[in-house]
């Protein structure tokens, strides 16, 4: 299944308000606010988009790395281990660390 993120869509929604809305807010509203809408929502939706994809690549980088401080891996079978395990509960081996 493919995942979207909210900053994706957010951008795909600026980028739709700021090209091809474009013209239909100036077409419906009068010449000032058609043009003003356009300049801040388009780019306010593609700024706000970006802010959202940044935040979810750091926390995604942020809970791999707690995952990868909890768990260890026994380094002659490879079965895995918690950070309390002084032996492994496979074969027995010593863990380091």
């Given amino acids: 299944m493919i995942k979207i993120s ?3 869509i957010l951008i795909i929604i600026g980028i739709i308000l700021y ?3 474009s013209v239909v807010l100036r077409m419906v509203l009068p010449p000032p606010y058609g043009s003003f809408l356009t300049l801040l929502l388009g780019p ?3 700024i706000a988009g ?3 994809v940044i935040k ?3 926390t995604t980088n942020v809970s791999k790395k707690i995952v990868s401080d909890q768990i260890k891996f026994c380094g002659k079978c490879g079965n895995e281990l ?3 395990d002084s ?3 496979n074969c027995g081996s010593e863990s380091k660390g």
């Fill in 6 to 8: 909210r900053g994706f």
């Fill in 19 to 21: 090209f091809p809305g």
């Fill in 44 to 46: 306010g939706f593609i």
């Fill in 50 to 52: 970006v802010i959202f």
């Fill in 56 to 58: 979810d690549r750091k």
């Fill in 82 to 84: 918690s950070r309390q």
């Fill in 87 to 89: 032996f492994c509960t």
